[in-house]
């Protein structure tokens, strides 16, 4: 279907390429999604991702989970 909009993607979703270090905006937005939990991490508070599975992460314990490991508590 054509100009169809997915409601679970917002327009304020970035796309990034996250480097060694770093990371390139590729679409404008205000925020990315983290892997594990799927809430908004706005930009400016991204600190957490894995360059090799370009994914972002909202917390130390979302980057342990998407390790295999469990946080403690």
Excluded: H
């Excluded at 770093?22 to 706005?42: N, Q, Y």
């Excluded at 972002?56 to 314990?61: G, V």
């Amino acid at each position: 279907m054509l100009n169809r909009i997915d409601p679970s993607v917002s327009r304020d979703e970035a796309v990034v390429e996250f480097l060694d270090g770093d990371f390139r905006v590729i679409k404008p937005g205000k925020f990315v999604r983290c892997a594990i939990t799927k809430e908004p991490i706005p930009l400016d508070e991204l600190r957490y991702w894995n360059v090799a599975r370009q994914e972002a992460y909202a917390s130390r314990d979302a980057v342990l989970m998407a390790m295999g490991v469990k946080p403690k508590p």
